[in-house]
């Protein structure tokens, strides 16, 4: 792939950056036009999804470190290596979430419901675009496959800045994310439209990643992504495990309570 989009004898400017610059904003622009529409203080949304992003960064690298506790070194290429990386997905989710619990805590007149389903498409848009930065820069790469559509990276850059293997037929796992990630985009746009209840959003955000989170890693390649349970799921089947078990108890709950009022 192309995982440096422009070198100079000054700088450097890395595809991967790039896209996921333009992924945070993107994910920002369509939660602030989803507040205008409704008719919600833009203001404040962009301040929550300000707080998110940042939270989203230190946990997507937190969930790093923890995952590859000793695969680290001391070294100046590995430091580099950490700082530059971009984290867990999950890692991010979950910093984003306790990022904007502590906002709402800060502003508690905000509609927390109502915000959060607009994130849900936002999210999903994001991912959508930072999932082709990964394939640029080789990074969360795909098993060794003999399908007809098989990436092979030929790049250098790919193997020392994402660690994709070179030469070897492997599955677009990225584009497999990034195309599931825009049409959870589309659906969820669509059933913004229709009548439902505040929080169903997000919810079903949660669960259609986790499920399809869940799939996806059986097609990854990647080792280094962390194991539990002596190898038999991934880290992030493990996680996704326990987001849909949360997200199907917060709609149980708000159906029991809804049925109860």
Same mark, same amino acid.
């Given at each position: 792939?192309?995982?440096?989009?422009?070198?100079?004898?000054?700088?450097?400017? =890395?595809?991967?950056?790039?896209?996921?610059?333009?992924?945070?904003?993107? #994910?920002?622009?369509?939660?602030?036009?989803? #507040?205008?529409?409704? =008719?919600?203080?833009?203001?404040?949304?962009?301040?929550?999804?300000?707080?998110?992003?940042?939270? /989203?960064?230190?946990?997507?690298?937190?969930?790093?470190?923890?995952?590859?506790?000793?695969? !680290?070194?001391?070294?100046?290429?590995?430091?580099?290596?950490?700082?530059?990386?971009?984290?867990? &997905?999950?890692?991010?989710?979950?910093?984003?979430?306790?990022?904007? *619990? @502590?906002?709402?805590?800060? =502003?508690?007149?905000?509609?927390?419901?109502?915000?959060?389903?607009?994130? *849900?498409?936002?999210?999903?848009?994001?991912? #959508?675009? +930072?999932?082709?930065?990964?394939?640029?820069?080789?990074?969360?790469?795909?098993?060794?496959?003999?399908?007809?559509?098989? @990436?092979?990276?030929?790049?250098?850059?790919?193997?020392?800045?994402? +660690?994709?293997?070179?030469?070897?037929?492997? =599955?677009?796992?990225?584009?497999?994310?990034?195309?599931?990630?825009? @049409?959870?985009?589309?659906?969820?746009?669509?059933?913004?439209?229709?009548? %439902?209840?505040?929080?169903?959003?997000?919810?079903?955000?949660?669960?259609?990643? #986790?499920?399809?989170?869940?799939?996806?890693?059986? !097609?990854?390649?990647?080792?280094?992504?962390?194991? @539990? &349970? +002596?190898?038999?799921?991934?880290?992030?089947?493990?996680? /996704?495990?326990?987001?849909? +078990?949360?997200?199907? *108890?917060?709609?149980?709950?708000? %159906?029991?309570?809804?049925?109860?009022?």
């Amino acid at each position: 792939m192309h995982p440096r989009l422009l070198t100079t004898p000054f700088f450097t400017i =890395h595809t991967f950056g790039v896209l996921l610059a333009t992924a945070y904003l993107a #994910a920002l622009w369509w939660l602030v036009r989803g #507040a205008r529409r409704e =008719h919600i203080d833009p203001e404040a949304v962009t301040s929550l999804g300000t707080w998110a992003i940042v939270g /989203a960064l230190i946990g997507a690298k937190l969930l790093l470190i923890v995952r590859s506790s000793g695969e !680290f070194g001391t070294t100046a290429a590995d430091v580099w290596s950490l700082i530059t990386s971009a984290g867990d &997905f999950y890692g991010g989710f979950i910093g984003g979430l306790v990022a904007s *619990a @502590v906002f709402f805590w800060r =502003h508690p007149r905000l509609p927390i419901w109502r915000i959060a389903d607009l994130c *849900a498409p936002a999210i999903a848009l994001g991912q #959508a675009i +930072g999932r082709i930065g990964c394939l640029m820069a080789g990074d969360d790469y795909g098993r060794p496959t003999t399908v007809p559509w098989a @990436v092979t990276f030929t790049d250098r850059d790919a193997a020392s800045i994402g +660690g994709a293997p070179l030469g070897v037929p492997l =599955h677009p796992v990225q584009l497999y994310e990034s195309l599931v990630c825009l @049409v959870l985009f589309i659906v969820l746009v669509r059933l913004q439209r229709r009548d %439902h209840d505040d929080g169903d959003l997000i919810i079903a955000y949660t669960a259609s990643y #986790a499920a399809a989170r869940f799939v996806l890693e059986f !097609f990854r390649g990647d080792a280094d992504r962390g194991f @539990v &349970f +002596g190898g038999a799921l991934s880290t992030s089947q493990f996680i /996704a495990i326990i987001m849909l +078990g949360l997200a199907g *108890a917060v709609r149980a709950y708000r %159906h029991h309570a809804k049925r109860k009022a």
